[in-house]
């Protein structure tokens, strides 16, 4: 009996160590959000495969002032792509192979990551499948980067709980971040950056004030402008944030915290006053509170690139959370 349980103990010890060696461990990537890898020959990538990954992955960022793009890319040809190299959080790799192969690979070289895996015969098949992945690859880089920016919130985060006490919501942002203004269920929450400010508002509209038909982006152009008016003035009287007129705004349809919403960028102004900027706006359909809960990021920052400051905005909107059990609560005290 002593001899069969000491033959399991060692059966299992190495089993143990057979798994431990099977273990593959990975770094920390590494970069800075919005970057992008990306692992090509030098001579495609200066010719038209180049020029096609160019077109998709360094386009402009919708609802900006000026062109920015989408990723600051640093290319490596296929042969300095090793060690250190291959810890970086977003990689695309693109190269002529005897088969075609495309696709996203979690975790390869380090974690997080996401690796876009895009493999061709010839020059023109490849371009093809640059054009026909990009959207798939790059929605994945970019929800990547949200969850690498949400996660750096929490080194450092906002302890204020007025969101969650008055309008039954919070959101995850560093502690830079504080309530400047609170006033009938309107919240204005600010940062300070070096040329300027970080902004986002908080407030709710009736369930049913946002139609979905043609008149839908007057509507909300309306909100904003109602809102601005009566809650961010400028410096003197009849100055006040509305939507830049010059420029329609891009809106699209969204999920936020499981619900749906409607996606709003474009450009906000100060009427009457040479000052601007962009915004991203969710207007969310929170049917279990008979409400819209609408959460804005605005910026100020002149003469200054703000692809990263709307993209750390949109990265904390997203972290909506409804505490539907205390704002049901709430309503019951109020009957």
């Known amino acids: 009996m ?4 000491m033959g399991c103990l060692v059966f299992l010890l190495v089993l143990s160590c057979k798994d431990k060696k099977q273990e593959k461990y990975l770094p920390d990537s590494v970069g800075a959000i919005n970057t992008l890898a990306i692992v090509i020959d030098n001579n495609m990538w200066k010719g038209r495969v180049g020029d096609s990954i160019r077109k998709y992955y360094a386009a402009a960022v919708d609802g900006l ?11 490596m040809p296929p042969e300095v792509f090793t060690d250190f190299a291959r810890n970086s959080r977003n990689i695309l790799l693109v190269q002529k192979d005897s088969s075609k192969v495309a696709g996203i690979k979690d975790d390869l070289y380090a974690k997080p990551q996401k690796v876009g895996i ?7 098949e490849l371009i093809a499948e640059v054009a026909k992945t990009a959207p798939e690859i790059i929605a994945s880089f970019k929800k990547n980067d949200i969850r690498e920016s949400q996660e750096r919130f929490t080194r450092s985060l906002n302890r204020e709980t007025a969101l969650k006490e008055e309008l039954g919501v919070s959101l995850t942002m560093p502690s830079i971040y504080k309530i400047a203004k609170q006033e009938n269920n309107f919240f204005w929450i600010e940062r300070q950056i070096r040329k300027g400010t970080m902004n986002i508002l908080v407030y709710e509209m009736p369930l049913n004030s946002i139609p979905n038909d043609s ?24 100055m006040y944030m509305i939507t830049e007129k010059a420029y329609a705004p891009y809106v699209f349809s969204a999920k936020i915290a499981g619900r749906n919403a409607i996606e709003t960028k474009g450009m906000w102004e100060v009427k009457n006053f040479m000052m601007a900027g962009p915004f991203i706006n969710y207007i969310v359909e929170d049917k279990p509170n008979n409400r819209l809960l609408v959460i804005e990021g605005f910026t ?36």
């Open 118 to 124: 895009v493999k061709a015969p010839t020059e023109d």
């Open 215 to 238: 008149t839908r982006v007057d509507a909300i152009i309306k909100m904003r402008d109602s809102i601005g008016q009566k809650y961010v003035p400028g410096r003197e009287e009849g």
């Open 65 to 75: 002032p000026w062109e920015e793009p989408l990723f600051s890319i640093h290319q």
């Open 2 to 5: 002593k001899k069969l349980l």
């Open 300 to 335: 100020f920052a002149p003469s200054t690139n703000k692809r990263d400051y709307m993209f750390e905005l949109e990265a904390i909107l997203k972290t909506l959370k409804f505490d539907d059990k205390d704002k049901g609560e709430l309503a019951k005290a109020e009957k």
